[in-house]
């Protein structure tokens, strides 16, 4: 860090200059121009045009690496905001480098196969952020993972493979709303200039929706691992009397109401709405560990599953409760009732 003195250059104009290195390696020279951008708390923000650019492209040489390291490498390129992305080969890609070009393409949303030689393919990224915003997202995640939990234990009251087979399938989709998050914080990380295109006055809140992004992912995950459950286990549900599924469907709708209201108070920012999870997420309690301690006795395997299933609802609680904090937080950095910043 470094401190420059302000200049005045008239009645009413201050100046500073810029750094000579950070010029240099963002290519700004005298006439060039730059975007100024005032977060409202304070700071500027001087981006170079050359960081307004939207047609970055990337080459994955797969050479020495396997399909799925580039499958992986496509992904990370996606989400690292790049428009263009070539794979190539130094004589033929083989047929297991271009599978995992299509089946990351599959994946991602907005990606396309745009040109295809024996020795290249290049694929290319048609998503705007001016199309989505992160609350937005955050929201479609979260009533993604929600559809997925429902599906999942309704199948496993009813025995029903095919409701749990519709819950699994809804899992790619929610992968592909979770990593385009991913995609538009890192850009609006890179060039503040897009933060306001993605629905934020500032870069600010950034890093707590990069990790309430993740845990809607985890929670969609959850949701999952109870739909196979139903799948591998034997009449697909549990071997358990109706008060006690009862009991668990209860609890997932408990556990439905906290995460939908924890991603409200993260796109509201409100505090109160923080407070009303903790109290909701209290009164749950350790309903996991009542739910196992009324069970009559039952074998280990067919025990194992119900926990299975508890566990998997009560960590999706626990999920919700980490976005509550991070909603808190957030709303403690504006002015509200609760809160006078000066």
């Avoid at 996606?78 to 263009?84: C, E, N, S």
């Avoid at 199309?131 to 979260?142: A, G, M, Q």
């Avoid at 920012?269 to 407070?275: G, H, I, M």
Wanted: charged share 30%; net charge negative; glycine share 4%.
């Amino acid at each position: 860090m470094e401190t420059r003195k302000v200049q005045r250059l008239g009645p009413s104009t201050l100046a500073m200059t810029l750094p000579a290195e950070w010029a240099r390696e963002q290519n700004v020279e005298k006439g060039d121009e730059v975007t100024v951008r005032e977060s409202g708390k304070g700071p500027l923000t001087v981006t170079p045009a050359s960081a307004r650019g939207e047609d970055t492209e990337a080459t994955i040489h797969v050479e020495d690496i396997d399909a799925d390291s580039v499958e992986r490498a496509i992904v990370g390129q996606y989400v690292l905001g790049r428009r263009i992305i070539h794979v190539t080969a130094e004589e033929t890609l083989d047929s297991a480098h271009i599978n995992a070009v299509y089946k990351a393409e599959t994946q991602l949303m907005g990606l396309g196969v745009i040109e295809e030689t024996p020795e290249r393919i290049t694929i290319r990224c048609s998503v705007d952020p001016e199309d989505f915003t992160l609350d937005n997202l955050l929201e479609r995640l979260e009533n993604t993972g929600s559809t997925m939990r429902g599906e999942a234990v309704k199948a496993l009251a009813h025995g029903n493979p095919d409701l749990a087979q519709r819950a699994l399938n809804r899992e790619r989709q929610a992968n592909k709303i979770f990593v385009l998050l991913l995609r538009l914080i890192f850009t609006a990380y890179q060039n503040p200039n897009l933060a306001r295109a993605v629905g934020l006055d500032d870069n600010f809140p950034l890093i707590g929706y990069r990790s309430v992004a993740k845990n809607l992912e985890l929670t969609a995950d959850n949701a999952e691992d109870i739909a196979e459950i139903v799948l591998e286990t034997e009449g697909h549900t549990l071997d358990v009397d109706s008060a006690t599924m009862r009991r668990i469907r209860e609890f997932t709708d408990q556990v439905d109401e906290i995460t939908a209201k924890s991603v409200q108070a993260v796109v509201d920012r409100d505090y109160d709405e923080t407070v009303e999870v903790r109290e909701l997420f209290a009164e749950l309690g350790d309903r996991e560990g009542d739910i196992l301690a009324d069970l009559p006795e039952m074998e280990n395997e067919q025990l194992l599953r119900v926990r299975e299933v508890l566990v998997s609802l009560q960590q999706t609680a626990q999920y919700a409760m980490r976005n509550a904090e991070i909603a808190a937080n957030l709303a403690l950095n504006e002015q509200s009732a609760h809160t006078s910043l000066d």
